[in-house]
């Protein structure tokens, strides 16, 4: 009977919260549109925890439950009195359907590009033998290799751009490993953790940071140096907690991986042509906007070059991971139809803050913004709560001998940067889940254990800094 509850749990529950009276839930002025809203997100949580069908299928699902139930262009039967207050306010067809083609994607698309061409032309191989070898042959220390060289570059490169190139290095090293080995696992996901945690090191190194800089202004100011100061140690003692993690949870039977690559880099006039748009593009990425151009529009060269220069071809583009960029663009349309329906600034709302001590606030804050990370982007998060999160911190009296708004604002940042339980929680979780070694159940222990040490450490260090600061 338990078999079976996995598929009737996604389809009943949503559908007992569609067809329910607005008087039984407990918000006030709760409108029609996010009802459905919420059903459609019960649906989406139910189906990516339980998968009773594919991942891939449930955020395609996603965008056609929005598209029929409130969108402007939704069933004639689902169109209600539009533009009434009780009704709510329903969202563009062309806004929903527009999350295929969202620049997130278009930073997936360069990505895979990238790591196709790698592979292609030898580069991933000869990469990891130069990166690789210092960290010796023991796949423990191999793993904390990957997961140093992917955390400094998020420190200052975009996560997802970063995961992409390094799952495309580890390609060769998960050729060795045998297919029943539990390090695989671990190898899969070292990357997405190390990204999503190196992140938090800078303030440019992750949006939710850069949005948390707008609100320590004056009395709150954090400088960069300052920032890292409390950031890099945070990266360090939890990427070394992560690190513990995994290669106890999946441990590996073998005892070494030999990479003993023979040959040089090739030094065709296409390989050159690899290599250079390669490295143009990191160092483009690297640069942040100094250039102009962020990180989406960067992403399009290496597309643009390869297909023009034929060394990708229309054999290749077969390769290209198309389930991905259908699971990221269903949560991109779940975390839009949460903010524009209202509902999350309504969930956010309805909690009484100010009527708790400020213990309460500080953890209660944290994990909220933990868990609506894990559902929608780390961005849209500290977009919805930064604002709430500051007016809360200025008014309330009994956080100032805690560090008042300034700590309730980074203890937010911090957890929105470390909801990373599911593979649509982060783009880095989604390309790595693509690699076909990580299930859904693993990537969540995973998640939900660093997400929560983290938390506690963020605690720590930010007490720590108010103390030195005072």
Not at 38 to 64: D, G, H, K, Q, R
Not at 183 to 201: E, H, Q, Y
Request: hydrophobic share 55%; with cysteine.
């Amino acid at each position: 009977m338990r078999h079976y509850f996995r598929y009737i749990f996604p389809i009943v529950i949503p559908l007992i919260v569609l067809f329910m009276p607005l008087s039984v839930f407990p918000f006030d002025g709760m409108t029609i549109v996010q009802q459905r809203v919420a059903a459609i997100f019960l649906f989406a949580a139910l189906s990516w925890v339980l998968e009773p069908i594919p991942i891939y299928a449930t955020s395609v699902a996603i965008i056609c439950f929005e598209l029929l139930l409130i969108s402007d262009k939704s069933l004639v039967w689902f169109t209600g009195q539009q533009g009434e207050a009780w009704y709510g306010t329903v969202m563009s067809h062309t806004e929903i359907m527009a999350t295929f083609a969202n620049p997130i994607i278009m930073l997936f698309l360069g990505g895979f590009f990238l790591a196709i061409a790698a592979t292609k032309y030898r580069l991933d191989i000869n990469l990891a033998r130069v990166l690789l070898k210092p960290f010796g042959e023991q796949p423990k220390y191999m793993i904390l290799g990957l997961m140093l060289i992917t955390a400094m570059f998020s420190m200052f490169m975009s996560n997802t751009a970063t995961t992409a190139m390094m799952l495309s290095i580890l390609a060769p090293v998960m050729a060795l490993l045998k297919p029943g080995d539990p390090s695989r696992t671990a190898f899969a996901l070292c990357i997405p953790l190390a990204a999503n945690i190196g992140g938090i090191g800078t303030p440019i190194g992750t949006p939710p940071n850069a949005i948390a800089l707008k609100y320590l202004q004056g009395s709150s100011n954090i400088s960069f140096g300052e920032w890292m100061a409390f950031g890099v140690p945070f990266v360090v003692i939890l990427m070394a907690f992560a690190w513990l993690f995994i290669i106890v949870l999946f441990p590996a039977k073998q005892k070494s991986i030999s990479l003993d690559i023979k040959g040089q880099f090739l030094k065709t006039p296409q390989a050159f042509v690899v290599y250079i748009t390669f490295i143009t593009t990191i160092v483009l990425w690297l640069m942040g906007g100094a250039h102009g151009m962020n990180s989406y529009t960067v992403a399009m060269i290496p597309v643009t070059v390869f297909l023009m220069t034929g060394i990708i071809n229309k054999e290749d583009l077969k390769q290209i991971s198309w389930d991905v960029l259908w699971l990221v663009s269903g949560g991109i349309a779940l975390g839009l139809a949460l903010d524009k329906s209202g509902l999350a600034a309504l969930l956010v709302y309805s909690i009484p803050f100010g009527n708790f001590s400020p213990y309460v606030v500080l953890v209660g804050a944290a994990l909220l913004s933990l868990l609506m990370a894990n559902f929608m982007s780390n961005t849209a998060t500290a977009n919805l709560l930064m604002p709430i999160m500051a007016a809360l911190g200025a008014s309330m009296s009994s956080l100032e001998g805690m560090g008042g708004q300034t700590t309730l604002i980074l203890l937010v940042t911090f957890a929105a940067s470390l909801g990373m339980a599911l593979p649509i929680s982060t783009p880095p979780n989604a390309l790595a889940h693509a690699t076909g070694h990580i299930q859904t159940s693993q990537m969540a222990k995973v998640g939900i254990f660093i997400g929560l040490l983290g938390i506690a450490l963020s605690f720590v260090l930010v007490a720590i800094l108010h103390i030195v600061k005072h």
